[in-house]
């Protein structure tokens, strides 16, 4: 399968401040990848789809002013939490679809993102 | 609307034996996908296997099997000879259509403690 990578994988910031999160396909090129949110002993929450060199796709509740998406390259999108508060404060997972038939979902390892 | 449905919030089973985790789905598309995922407390999502809407045998993988009952709309993931590494939350998903943009829904997921 293919391999996907977070950075960071843990941050502890200030409310008020923005922290941007990085996801990388490392060995394929992904036009499509998707950014999830998860709560603790939650399921996952699709947040958006990031889709390359054109705007992301936010599902409704999700502010898209608040958290903004960049998919600049075919390896890279990154997920930045403006203006972060206590309750962002959550577990942010990426994941980047297979070229093949199963249009399989790799995921990455995740970031922790703790706002004090 | 697509629905994913997990009704077993915990789990306890013996070491050795066998075990089934429920999950039954809902959608009008003709075309999906099923899958299952393990989470382990380091939080990554590990693809487990898959199952395709049009698909006439049972997907297995190694001691994972998946009971597909298509008029049923359940897609159970049994896995025998349960290991003490199998304790993690475990999530039935679902790919409505067949395509790169295709986004994938996650059920409330499953807790398997495996008693030694």
Known sequence: ?116 | AQKITQTQPGMFVQEKEAVTLDCTYDTSDQSYGLFWYKQPSSGEMIFLIYQGSYDEQNATEGRYSLNFQKARKSANLVISASQLGDSAMYFCAMRGGYSSASKIIFGSGTRLSIRP
């Open chain 1, 1 to 116: 399968g293919a391999v996907v990578s977070q950075h960071p994988s843990w941050v502890i910031c200030k409310s008020g401040t923005s922290v941007k999160i990085e996801c990388r396909s490392l060995d394929f090129q992904a036009t499509t990848m998707f950014w999830y949110r998860q709560f603790p002993k939650q399921s996952l929450m699709l947040m958006a789809t990031s889709n390359e060199g054109s705007k992301a796709t936010y599902e409704q509740g999700v502010e898209k002013d608040k958290f903004l998406i960049n998919h600049a390259s075919l390896t890279l999108s990154t997920l930045t939490v403006t203006s972060a508060h206590p309750e962002d404060s959550s577990f942010y997972i990426c994941s980047v679809v297979s070229g093949d038939a199963r249009y399989e979902q790799y995921f990455g390892p995740g970031t922790r993102l703790t706002v004090t």
